[in-house]
């Protein structure tokens, strides 16, 4: 199949008229130039598919469904807007609980429909809990984790561990020692804790600056987090979780560490109204999505998509930087080396993004 467009971004550069040729899924050939008989035609400019490493739902759905058309549903609710790698992510349960839900995943992941599964949770901080059920909070053992890699089969790809919990450091040296990536998040912990982690293995930020210490003083986590370049760095670009300027301070300090994450809830997708996350009431007005107990923020209504124009129509970043964030970056931070960039060998999961009129389309 031919694609003809008016521009792609390629090796973090903006190039002009070309082709690309795909066989199989995969980019076989990229041309400069004109085609003469193109099978699709786009005005705008091509970029790679968006990876969401941290996505709880969307849809009206969870990943945490018992329903697989309710799970199929979540994941096409981002799909269709642009996310072409997906990893669904569990919010803190009771291990029965979880286990079930991680056995109702996998074969999602068998089929290549997700990428993985991401655990946040319940391996976190009673003090910075968010929208996660204090009773349900526990401190992780090695053990325990075995037993939830084994019943994952391969799918449970990343969890998310407060670094100052009693036997944190000895889970997040397991899980790097099994491919599994640790992330800090959800924490009290301070500059020692997270170096510590980073030290054993762990290797990306949960949701940075949200549900942990935000001020960028010696000592602090954030200041350890800005400063060490280990660190791969999720954002949530909504307007809410962090505000748009201190997005772009962020970029300007440490832009090539940084990958947005939708951090997206059942409401992405669906509009305002009542949900749930877990157990807990949710309640989303004008597309926020706050604990009806504490009107604390309860995940996004964001797909990868709208943080994409966001970065750009918001936070004055660049094309290129807004693609570096949204696939590049991700991609890298969680090991998917077939995809993230336009380039030849990689797989053809191809959006046009038209600046005219800010639309995003899916190439199929």
Known sequence: MIIQASGAIIDGSLHGDLWIERSDGVIS???????????????????PGFID???????????????????????????????????????????????AQIQRLVPFYTRGEIVGIHLEGPYLSHARCGAHEPSLLIDPTVAQLQELIELGQGAIKMITIAPELHG???????????????AIGHTEGNHHDASTATDNGASIVTHFLNAMNKENAEGSIANFVINDPRLAV??????????????????????????????????????DGLYTIGALPVEVKDGVARLSSNQKLAGSTLTISQAFI??????????????????????????????????IGMRAELLSYNSKNQSITVIN
């Open 168 to 182: 944190a450091q000895e889970a997040i040296t397991y899980l790097a020692s099994v491919g599994v990536f640790a």
């Open 29 to 47: 050939s990229i041309n400069p130039g004109i085609h003469s008989k193109p099978d699709i035609f786009t005005d705008g400019v091509l970029i």
């Open 53 to 99: 490493i941290h996505c709880h739902g969307g849809g009206g759905h969870y990943f945490s469904s018992t329903s697989e058309d309710s799970i199929a549903a979540a994941i096409n609710a981002h799909k269709r807007t642009g996310t072409t790698s997906l990893v669904a992510s569990l919010v803190s349960e009771s291990i029965d609980d979880l286990k």
């Open 234 to 271: 999720e954002l949530i670009v909504d307007g809410h979780h962090l505000s748009f300027e201190k997005v772009q301070e962020l970029f300007a300090l440490i832009g090539d560490r940084i990958l947005l994450v939708s951090d997206a809830m059942a409401a992405a997708g669906n509009g």
């Open 310 to 343: 966001n970065l750009i129509n918001h936070c004055g970043l660049s094309l290129k930087q807004a693609v570096h964030a949204t696939s590049t970056r991700p991609a890298r931070a969680f090991g998917l080396t077939d995809r993230g960039e336009i380039a």
